[in-house]
């Protein structure tokens, strides 16, 4: 009995201290995220590539081009293709997106009450950082839309286009 509660007692004393399990809980975060968008990604180039395939066997040379241009486009622009669904990957990027939000809220809380100002400014501009887009974002219909920088005006831009919509005018589609 006394092995066990000195065992106890042993892990007690080797647990992470506050702002470290805070930060290493925001670090898992940011890679799950990284994972996730990655998974999604490459979901998508498989539909593409699936795609691609079935007209190819049906012998359309003219949807093959098109099909490579829109390819083309996602993989160096990150536009999003018309010739296969992207819903299923708005919704991972969407849910990706929200949870590191919130594990980047919870940090900072956690930072702020631990009196970790310093560390508080550095997930705030960790959170700017990776979700500030580097150029404007190109809806599927041509349109190029202004640097979105709120995660709400990205979500509704995001289901506007898969709608065939635009951000000014999401209801439309």
């Known amino acids: 009995m006394g092995a066990l509660m000195l065992a106890c007692c042993a892990l007690a004393g080797l647990a992470l201290d506050p702002i470290d399990d805070a930060r290493a809980r925001l ?3 940011v890679e799950a995220h990284g994972v996730s968008l990655g998974k999604a990604r490459k979901e998508l180039d498989e539909a593409i590539a699936n795609k691609l395939e079935l007209v190819r066997k049906q012998g359309d040379r003219e949807g093959v081009k098109r099909i490579l241009a829109e390819q083309e486009a996602w993989q160096s622009q990150r536009k ?4 296969v669904s992207t ?3 708005q919704w991972a990027a969407d849910r990706a997106d929200r949870q590191l939000v ?5 940090a900072v809380r956690e930072f702020t009450r631990l009196d970790r100002d310093d560390l508080a400014d550095k997930a705030e501009k960790d959170r700017t950082r990776i ?3 580097a150029k404007p974002m190109e809806l599927p219909g041509g349109e190029e839309a202004k640097a979105l ?3 709400q005006a990205r979500k509704t831009a ?5 709608l065939g919509g635009t951000a000014a005018t ?3 589609g």
Do not use: Q
Not at 80 to 83: R, T
Not at 102 to 106: A, K, L, V
């Open 102 to 106: 919130i594990e980047f809220d919870r």
């Open 170 to 172: 999401p209801d439309v």
């Open 80 to 83: 999003l293709p018309k010739c």
């Open 87 to 89: 819903l299923a990957y």
């Open 158 to 162: 995001r289901y506007a286009a898969a």
């Open 131 to 133: 979700f500030a887009p």
């Open 27 to 29: 670090d898992k975060a």
């Open 149 to 151: 920088h709120s995660l």
